[in-house]
């Protein structure tokens, strides 16, 4: 059908109109984003130097604190070891942040939502900290789900030895998910975390490493306690997750806030660091005890440990972070791994900790305020 010349002149004046109120609307917002640009940029330097500042101070103290420690003094507590591994880790998420930001700032946001740990912590607003405790604690949904759909599929689709191993994943997810309790629920997965056996194909690698640990700890022959060495990783929690399914690897980084596509070695590595952190974490807990621990302190440890979130309240946080350290130390865990404590020892205390993980972790997704996921649980609620 034709258009009259009216028709035709009544369309283009209003393309016409349309278009100048969507390019009024363009200048608007543009302006505003000009006029915005000043304080923006204020606040993004002062934010840089207060981050920096802090850094600084926190690397002096740090520095006070490793070498007291190395001159005999009294031991680390809880809050100089968060110190130390703070001091050494800013610095890294520094360079890193500061490299994508320089090669490809409009991937930056990417880098924060596949990684929330991934800005450094003298540099995180209230808000920015709120986020990404949020952002953990769904991610814990998100990870029980994800890994359980995967194993099923698993199971269905695959043949010969992959689906035998798969069934058995099966298996043991569903009497971790049938268990009433954390504890009841470890004692069903914990047999994947016992100590290595000499005949087992990376014993040599791990025994090696263990060694080479155990020896860095041995007094020096002139008196000397030896150099304190926290936030640096021995490869030990990498090596103990060697032959791990990727399923499995995957479900336990993403429990730490460590998702996105990359290689396995290189997933292995990051829930590696992170288990040798709670492994020196919980034998200075076991010691002292939790009572000295602040607000912010506790909500950070339960997160570590696939637990918790920001809804519930010190007492709450604390049991639950108890109950932890109860769980790995009823399992005849020992303080420090490494050479002839973790031959010695029934389960090997990385894989322990990934156990206990999994069993705190599916108890924490069915609690409401530790999930902060209510749609996910919904669709398994009774109605």
């Not at 920015?128 to 269905?156: F, N, V």
Request: glycine share 8%; charged share 25%; with cysteine.
């Amino acid at each position: 059908m034709r258009l009259s010349a009216l028709q035709l002149l009544l369309l283009a004046s209003s393309v016409t109109r349309s278009s100048a109120f969507g390019d009024d609307h363009m200048v608007q917002d543009l302006k505003a984003s000009m006029s915005n640009m000043p304080a923006m940029i204020r606040d993004n330097v002062k934010r840089f130097q207060v981050g920096t500042k802090q850094m600084w101070l926190n690397g002096k103290a740090a520095g006070v604190v490793r070498r007291r420690v190395e001159r005999g003094g009294e031991a680390l507590s809880y809050a100089e070891l968060q110190l130390l591994r703070r001091s050494g880790e800013d610095t890294f998420k520094l360079l890193r942040a500061g490299a994508m930001w320089l090669v490809a700032p409009e991937l930056f946001p990417v880098l924060l939502y596949f990684y929330p740990r991934a800005l450094p912590s003298t540099f995180e607003t209230e808000t920015d900290r709120e986020r990404r405790r949020g952002t953990l604690a769904r991610m814990r949904t998100a990870a029980a789900l994800e890994l359980l759909s995967t194993l099923e599929e698993q199971k269905a689709t695959n043949t010969g030895r992959k689906a035998l191993a798969a069934a058995e994943q099966c298996e043991a997810a569903e009497l971790l998910l049938r268990a009433k309790s954390s504890s009841h629920a470890l004692a069903f997965v914990q047999g994947r975390a016992l100590a290595l056996a000499p005949e087992a194909k990376i014993y040599q690698h791990y025994n090696r490493i263990a060694e080479r640990e155990a020896q860095k700890r041995r007094p020096r022959k002139d008196g000397k306690v030896p150099e304190v060495s926290v936030g640096q990783s021995s490869g030990l929690g990498k090596a103990a997750l060697m032959g791990l399914s990727q399923p499995v690897l995957k479900a336990g980084c993403k429990l730490i806030g460590v998702s996105g596509p990359q290689p396995g070695m290189f997933r292995r590595g990051a829930l590696g660091a992170h288990l040798e952190g709670l492994v020196l974490e919980d034998s200075i807990l076991a010691a002292q005890g939790t009572s000295a621990l602040g607000r912010e302190e506790l909500v950070e440890a339960c997160l570590d440990r696939g637990f918790g979130s920001t809804a519930l309240n010190d007492a709450q946080l604390r049991r639950l972070l108890d109950e932890w350290l109860h769980l790995v130390r009823s399992r005849g865990d020992v303080a420090v791994a490494g050479g002839e404590g973790v031959q010695g020892a029934l389960f090997e205390p990385h894989r322990l900790r990934l156990a206990a993980m999994a069993a705190c972790a599916t108890a924490a997704v069915r609690r409401e305020a530790d999930s902060m996921s209510v749609l996910p649980r919904l669709v398994y609620a009774r109605s």
